[in-house]
């Protein structure tokens, strides 16, 4: 079964920006004969957020390698900030559903760590410390963790885990930020706290985002851009701006326009999962 | 006072074990040659302090220089191991063949190479105990997750800062606990090589005694010993405590 208005990869592209942060180019990527993600095309604008929904083992999580030059695709180009991938691209943030936090570095110090490998940073960890604290002290007050820095990772929970791996993927001013489903292990209500956390965190850095995730309302609460991706191969079947003005509230989510991007999309996925 | 009956559970065991031990040896009349009463033993030990001390004193300096060699080779190697897959392809299989190896059988040939007394003990007490550490270190290396390889491959972080600050710190609770085996086995090769080819050392000396049968002294020896590899157990224990505190404070207190 497909949808009535089942998209052609024209209308999937996102309108021509002059410069776009990220462009991909019919993108495929084989693990040997099995095609995991198929002639992926758009575009991600400076300063865009956007998330990438779909069934589980569509290859949302290849796709966020591809950009970051961790994985080389099979065919096709990908350029970020205008230039074309072809390895690892430097000084993007990270982070995983698995805060991977150092466990023998305390917050402050997890938190650091970009910073003693990021260039004009790098430079400053012996002489200029003391500044590099500030910049970390602050983050940390902007997401609620401000008087647990000192403290090893095993004292915090779960959330607040989480709360310091975004932390530490944003505190190098990356222009680029994927996040991996960072939210799919918390609770419903921690979850909803962090939408908001990481929504200051863009608000106030400006970064360009990629949030893979399989939690629809999440999708919509965090983008300005949805893309839905259909099952293996994986495929970019349809794009969903979302017209919510910022910043979003948790009000937000009893918005009729809310309820109904998240059902359309929910209809699609069904849609895409039903075909096999 | 439960709490204090719970402690000292281990010393009370061993305790009475001594107590039935004495009192078996002076009921049953069991002559010294076959097996000395503790108090005997006791008395030889004083009784031989100087030699004890000085021949103890061999095999501890012959045990730490091998047991650091084995530190230094093992984490080079181990680090190799774990951090290259072609060297671990070329190097794994030869060092799991090695070490099926009964050392113990290969000392005739150490000492052959190199002589008899201090330096066949160093390398029979390097040699047994190196492989565990190796085998440790590579565990460790590869027990960082691959999330935290992308993050810091996208930071561009060079091969020797992921080493640095995330793979080694990482890998250390696996060196310890490699440690704490590798002590005790260092002890075993430079006793065994002392037995076979020395004229210093515990095992040497227990050896001359058991050939005299002054079984009691060769009790001493083995005491001595069971000490000082518990003493040296003891201080890797602390060194892990003090280094590597946070692998085990996974509750909160």
Wanted: proline share 6%.
């Amino acid at each position: 079964m497909l949808l009535k208005d089942a998209p052609t990869r024209s209308d999937v592209r996102s309108p021509p920006a002059d410069q776009p942060m990220v462009r991909m180019s019919e993108v495929s990527l084989k693990y040997g004969d099995m095609l995991a993600l198929g002639d992926a095309t758009l575009d991600i604008a400076e300063g865009e957020f956007v998330a990438v929904v779909g069934p589980s083992g569509c290859g949302k999580s290849t796709l966020m390698k591809l950009v970051t030059g961790l994985l080389p695709p099979t065919s096709g180009t990908i350029e970020f900030d205008r230039k074309i991938v072809d390895g690892p691209v430097r000084g993007a943030g990270m982070a995983f559903q698995n805060a991977t936090l150092l466990p023998w570095r305390t917050t402050t110090d997890n938190v650091m760590l970009p910073l003693e490998i990021v260039a004009p940073y790098k430079h400053q960890t012996g002489k200029n410390r003391a500044a590099l604290e500030a910049k970390v002290q602050s983050l940390l007050d902007l997401v609620g963790l401000g008087d647990f820095g000192d403290r090893l990772p095993w004292q915090l929970s779960g959330g607040m885990q989480q709360r310091a791996n975004l932390c530490r993927a944003i505190v190098h001013e990356p222009k680029l930020l994927m996040l991996d489903e960072p939210f799919a292990a918390l609770d419903a209500f921690t979850k909803e706290d962090l939408w908001q956390v990481l929504q200051d965190l863009w608000m106030r850095q400006r970064f360009t985002g990629i949030l893979v995730t399989h939690d629809l309302r999440e999708a919509v609460y965090l983008a300005d851009t949805v893309y839905v991706m259909s099952n293996r191969p994986g495929r970019i079947v349809h794009r969903c701006p979302i017209p919510l003005s910022r910043p979003r509230r948790p009000e937000t989510t009893f918005d009729p326009i809310y309820t109904d991007l998240v059902n359309d999309l929910r209809a699609r996925i069904a849609a895409v999962r039903s075909v096999k | 006072m439960n709490k204090f009956i719970t402690k000292s559970r281990a010393w009370i065991v061993a305790l009475s074990l001594l107590v039935i031990w004495e009192l078996s040896c002076q009921v049953f009349h069991i002559p010294e040659f076959i097996l000395p009463a503790p108090s005997r033993i006791a008395e030889v030990t004083w009784q031989f302090r100087n030699e004890l001390a000085m021949h103890s004193m061999q095999t501890l300096m012959t045990t730490i220089v091998g047991f650091l060699i084995a530190i230094v080779i093992g984490i080079l190697l181990g680090v190799a191991v774990g951090s290259s897959p072609a060297i671990y392809d070329s190097l794994y299989p030869l060092l799991v063949d090695f070490n099926s190896i009964p050392k113990v059988a290969v000392v005739p040939l150490i000492v052959i190479w190199t002589g008899i007394g201090t330096v066949p003990a160093i390398v029979t007490a390097f040699v047994i105990s190196f492989f565990p550490i190796v085998v440790n270190v590579a565990t460790g290396l590869a027990s960082v997750e691959p999330e935290m390889r992308d993050v810091l491959r996208i930071l561009g972080a060079t091969r020797y800062e992921m080493l640095r600050k995330v793979s080694l710190p990482r890998t250390l609770p696996y060196l310890f606990a490699s440690l704490k085996v590798a002590i005790t086995l260092a002890f075993i090769g430079s006793v065994v090589s002392e037995t076979i080819a020395s004229n210093y050392g515990i095992g040497f000396l227990m050896l001359s005694a058991s050939s005299r049968f002054q079984v009691a002294l060769v009790f001493s020896g083995v005491i001595i010993i069971a000490i000082m590899s518990i003493a040296m157990f003891a201080l890797c224990v602390k060194v892990e405590n003090r280094m590597v505190g946070w692998a085990y404070r996974s509750q909160p207190s």
